[in-house]
């Protein structure tokens, strides 16, 4: 399916309401996320991997179980508790969804960057980040209490990791070739 969004948080339509003829010239690519003034004069188009089962379960696996800490976001170990990216003071502990934005560095470690809180909706990789020629994601998880080995230090029993995770978007390396060179 290909959907396109048009105006200022405006719906989208599918390729049924499009037309196959718009969305033919998209390819075999599953899911287009473009933006413009009406549903058949996109202004941007973004490039997104379709949607692959194989790829969902990969990542799922990988993300299941990931402490929410990296270079980007810190938790608070003694309260088990994390910060939302897009609210001041609103702090998040076990049991809460959250929606998790991450990077792939160099193809070897998943980084998370962002944790939002379920007032902020994100739903693409690109509203979220910019592009990059790395594998990046956005996913919805809940945070569940699993402990966690710092490289340096002491065992934190309540470190939150990331539990019940689905994917929401996914931008693979070459799309942030692609990207550039439109």
């Not at 978007?169 to 060179?181: I, K, L, M, R, W």
Request: hydrophobic content about 35%.
């Amino acid at each position: 399916m290909v959907t396109v969004g048009h105006g200022a948080g405006g719906g989208g339509q599918s390729v049924d309401e499009v037309g196959d003829s718009e969305a033919s010239q998209f390819g075999d690519r599953e899911r287009i996320v473009a933006c413009g003034d009406g549903p058949k004069s996109p202004a941007h188009v973004s490039w997104l991997m379709p949607t692959d089962p194989a790829v969902e379960r990969r990542l799922r696996r990988e993300f299941t179980g990931l402490v929410v800490e990296s270079l980007a976001v810190k938790q608070d170990f003694g309260a088990a508790t994390i910060g939302c990216r897009g609210c001041s003071g609103t702090t998040l502990g076990a049991g809460d969804r959250v929606t998790v934005t991450l990077t792939c560095y160099e193809n070897h470690s998943w980084e998370i960057q962002s944790v939002f809180c379920g007032e902020h909706v994100v739903e693409t990789v690109e509203e979220a980040m910019a592009i990059r020629a790395e594998e990046q994601a956005v996913v919805s998880a809940v945070l569940e209490p699993a402990g966690y080995y710092p490289p340096r230090g002491a065992f934190q029993p309540d470190a939150l990791t990331l539990g019940n995770v689905d994917i929401v978007d996914v931008s693979p390396t070459d799309a942030g070739y692609d990207h550039h060179d439109s």
